[in-house]
RNA sequence: GAGCCAUUAGCUCAGUCGGUAGAGCAACUGCCUUUUAAGCAGUGGGUCGUUGGUUCAAGUCCAACAUGGCUCACCA
């Protein structure tokens, strides 16, 4: 049998070099076992039961009938706690489904079974065989008969009371965090279930889910900086996505007429409590609808998922509480400025160029003078309006100079039929009919490329492609992003992004 | 990119006016046959983020740097 000492891997050469700052009494104790021919990470080890299917079978069933029945198990998982009692010795069992307690008896077990039992610390895997049966105060634990070791751990885990809290070693070793916080291993069940739940939501309603690409010719489909990589055997640079839209609209014009992608985009910006390099998100396309059409959909399933999720539409956020179940307010983007901005704004005041920007600038808002009236009234909305949206609401009617890719509306050309949601204080969804002229889309990306020739790195570039395939037809459609980290950001009332991702996004940590 | 704050034992944290580094948990050694933040007695554990400076003397004061957090800017 290949000891760890035949690979090198002895307690005396690590505590020598010591370079990974591991429990030296650990250390001991793999090389005890080892030289006793106990493997301290064994092959491969089965379990026919989780914990919690041992602990629900049994959950009603009383003391007396489990010790004359004296229903045998096994289970199998971390060691999360040691209790040491004389003779006896509990400790807590954690797997994936949950905790139970197991109470080991010097002499009940062998006593080659029982050495190994007395090198174990807290964070090994263990296996546990015996039966069933309750202790003095109820609580329902297996009696030791056979124990094993199955994998040794070389580190102490974080103290059990306080667990983990310094933020910056929670990110580095998200292991360790998810290991002894148990909240954070709920915060990422719930994402995966959010994103499960969005993902059923679109196939109920015949939605084809598409993987487009993530490495781009061309960067498109927002207004954004991005990633740059190159290709060696085509020599050429290459782009990380900064949103699949531009792909996922051809996929329309190519007939598929309801399609979504729930996918990672990157996008080179400084980092915030609400934005990281990579996020994810969900875009999708439906033919022969419109934004209303949009804005129902969404209503419908976020509410449905925070039910599921949290099980109440009414979720605790920030100290407060938001209310998705009443209807969704909608409200044009300049009446939200007059009604929930700054006091005093009229609606004729945003009405022309030169009353509008007196508007911003006697609000202190810095203004370019290449900007238009409508990038003046959505600066003012993002500075008066945008942080007091708590309850959901849809923001309607966004200037066209904003929003190159979404279709004007036939009675004023310079406002498009685009939403945006806000939910706890932050946008949440965008959508819009999709402008499926080409001759008009042609147009914008040349405005755009002028501004990103006169230095706007976020600038859209020409796609020509994208003109073709729109010239070849696109039916109406309507087209929404929905920020998935945000969603559970709000589902599970975390504060910064950071906290819903599982590994974001950290300097080295040997950086100097 | 800017401002503010933090960095002390494996973890959670104290450390007063600048005067030889502390606690709890964890670990280790004993005792204890139903404990559960078990208990009791004892032991070991530190380049006080890094580098400079001031001072007789720096965890403590000053500066720079590093990492992180929050706020702002940019953005979704």
Redesign the pocket.
Known sequence: METAQDQGFTAGNLQGENTF?M?Q?RLEKLQKLTENNVQPYVNSFKIPFSIKEVSERFENTDGHELLEKKYTFTVAGRVM????????N?L?LKDRTGNI?A?L?K?DLAEDQYNVFELT??GDFVSISGFV?R???G?L?IYAERFSLLTKSLR?L????????????R?RRRYVDLIVNDNVRNIFRKRSAIIQEVRNFFLSKDFMEVETPMMQPIAGG???KPFVTHHNALDMPLYMRIAPELYLKRLVIGGFERVFEINRSF?N?????????E?TMIEWYMAYADYYDLMDMIETFVRNIAIKVCGTAKIPFNGRIIDLESPWKRMTMEQAIVDLGEKGITLEQLAEYDSARKTAEDLGIFINNSWGKGRIVLEIFENTVEEKLFDPIFITDYPKEVSPLAKSRKDNPEITERYELFIGG??VS?GFNELNDPIDQKERFEKQVAEKEAGDE?AHAMDSDYIRALEYGLPPTAGAGL?I??LVMLLTDS????EVILF?H????D??
């Open positions: 700052n429990d009494h706690a040691m209790r040491q009692f004389g003779k006896v509990f807590n307690q109470y008896k002499g610390d807290v049966f202790t003095k105060t609580e634990t102490d974080p103290e059990k009371f306080h667990g983990l809290k310094d933020v910056e070693q990110y927002a207004t954004a996008r910006e400084g980092l915030s409590t609400r934005h990281n390099p996020f932050f946008e965008n976020e920020g980290d945000r504060q910064s992004i950071r974001p950290m300097r080295p940590e950086a100097g």
